[in-house]
């Protein structure tokens, strides 16, 4: 019950501490005449439509659709209006209308109220949806894990929450990305692994694992990036926050490492828990293993597991990657020409820099546990023996003064136990 307040007392403080860091982070963006509100609405018919045929042969003409919808949030909800879709021949960009979908629109702000807010279509309705994915999966945990399920959802929520209330508010507020992203990872390993495995020598040892792998992954892809000439740019997401409306100077190859950081924190806080875990459960069934035995089981735990968990994070990272590697395929390009590119360049070291973490949480962690364990053991077993002394310390002292003053020689049984008195 102790151990259950004080999780809960550690949590509460780490969340509204974050809440506070939120609160004052200065986020808000700028009020701007004439922005858009989004708002969500559903097609109630189709008053003028755009064959694939028009669509095609009219390529380098503004073709649209003429719309009309109903508003189902916002100041307007209820409300029914004809709307223009616009095609602009850009299959990325373009929103192909059906009666009956459920869409998002950018409603304009108006100046007076007579004036009619100007409205676009901005996409597809897909909220709705993720919520349903989101429900199947916490039934799924709490129906299959049961109370752990329960706690896995508890640390998945408080590890969200600190990264969009704790490091995202500090990294726009211009603090050092790599920094923030290690304190980030080790507070979260820490709540992670003590809401799951409870605070014991298993969940202390996997911290000191998965940070060590952490940190170590962090610092080999800063070196290697900053001797390659990284710039952090290489995803359209950095250069749009050239842009932001708060204006701030951004460290952008820090922040790529930072993601490389939070990105690897998952893969190998598993490795480091499988590590500990497994070694806990060795040295219960074998007391009597020596700490450098353990050690040896715990790395060649953690062999198994390497391979199978490298291949996660490059596969991973690889996924991400195939519309841009069928690009290189179809055009041909030269493979010295793909290894130099500011792209391809950052996916590889974020993707081996992972790894390395990941292999290094393996010895690390092993070692923390084992001598953990062992010294552990060794505390154990001397307070037994205090104890032990003090239950028996009155018999002990009787035996003793028997023997001192008995002067007839022992027999055999009486020889063992004056052995054990003088031992």
């Given at each position: 019950m102790k151990k259950i307040i004080g999780i809960l007392f550690v949590l509460t403080m780490m969340y509204g501490f974050s809440l506070f860091v939120y609160a004052s982070s200065d986020m808000a963006s700028p009020s701007l005449e004439g922005s858009f509100v989004t708002e969500k609405a559903k097609v109630l018919d189709i008053l003028s439509d755009v064959s694939i045929k028009e669509y095609d042969e009219h390529q380098f003409e503004d073709l649209k659709q003429v719309v009309e919808i109903q508003l189902l949030s916002g100041e307007y909800k209820g409300q029914i209006l004809t709307v223009e879709n616009h095609l602009s021949n850009q299959a990325f960009y373009d929103i192909f209308l059906e009666k009956g979908d459920r869409i998002t629109v950018a409603i304009g702000e108006t100046?007076?109220?007579?004036?009619?807010?100007?409205?676009?279509?901005?996409?597809?309705?897909?909220?709705?949806?993720?919520?349903?994915?989101?429900?199947?999966?916490?039934?799924?945990?709490?129906?299959?894990?049961?109370?752990?399920?329960?706690?896995?959802?508890?640390?998945?929520?408080?590890?969200?929450?600190?990264?969009?209330?704790?490091?995202?508010?500090?990294?726009?507020?211009?603090?050092?990305?790599?920094?923030?992203?290690?304190?980030?990872?080790?507070?979260?390993?820490?709540?992670?692994?003590?809401?799951?495995?409870?605070?014991?020598?298993?969940?202390?040892?996997?911290?000191?694992?998965?940070?060590?792998?952490?940190?170590?992954?962090?610092?080999?892809?800063?070196?290697?990036?900053?001797?390659?000439?990284?710039?952090?740019?290489?995803?359209?997401?950095?250069?749009?926050?050239?842009?932001i409306p708060q204006g701030i100077s951004f460290d952008y190859r820090g922040i790529l490492f930072s993601g490389i950081i939070i990105g690897t924190l998952g893969a190998v806080m598993d490795i480091a828990m499988t590590i500990a875990s497994s070694m806990h459960e060795i040295r219960e069934v074998e007391p009597s293993i020596s700490t450098k035995d353990l050690i040896s089981a715990g790395i060649n735990i953690g062999k198994d597991v390497m391979g199978t968990m490298?291949?996660?994070?490059?596969?991973?990272y690889t996924g991400t990657s195939i519309p841009l590697m069928l690009i290189f395929i179809a055009y041909d390009f030269p493979l010295v020409e793909i290894l130099n590119m500011d792209l391809i360049a950052t996916e590889i070291i974020r993707s081996i820099a992972g790894s390395i973490g990941l292999v290094l949480a393996?010895?690390?962690?092993?070692?923390?546990?084992?001598?953990?364990?062992?010294?552990?053991?060794?505390?154990?077993?001397?307070?037994?023996?205090?104890?032990?002394?003090?239950?028996?310390?009155d018999d002990l002292k009787e035996m003793y003064e028997k023997v001192k003053c008995d002067p007839s020689p022992p027999d055999s049984e009486d020889q063992e136990t004056s052995n054990e008195i003088n031992s």
């Open positions: 100046t007076n109220d007579y004036e009619l807010p100007t409205i676009y279509v901005s996409g597809f309705e897909r909220d709705r949806y993720e919520l349903y994915l989101l429900i199947i999966f916490i039934l799924l945990l709490i129906f299959i894990g049961g109370f752990k399920g329960i706690k896995a959802i508890l640390s998945l929520g408080l590890s969200i929450s600190i990264i969009i209330f704790f490091m995202l508010p500090f990294i726009l507020k211009g603090y050092s990305p790599i920094f923030l992203s290690i304190v980030t990872a080790i507070i979260v390993t820490t709540l992670t692994l003590f809401i799951i495995a409870g605070i014991n020598i298993k969940s202390i040892s996997a911290i000191i694992g998965t940070a060590s792998g952490v940190v170590f992954s962090g610092v080999i892809a800063y070196v290697i990036g900053s001797l390659s000439n990284l710039t952090g740019l290489s995803s359209h997401e950095a250069n749009m926050l050239m842009y490298t291949n996660t994070l490059i596969l991973a393996i010895p690390f962690t092993a070692m923390t546990c084992g001598f953990i364990i062992s010294r552990s053991a060794s505390i154990n077993r001397q307070k037994r023996m205090r104890i032990l002394k003090e239950d028996y310390k």
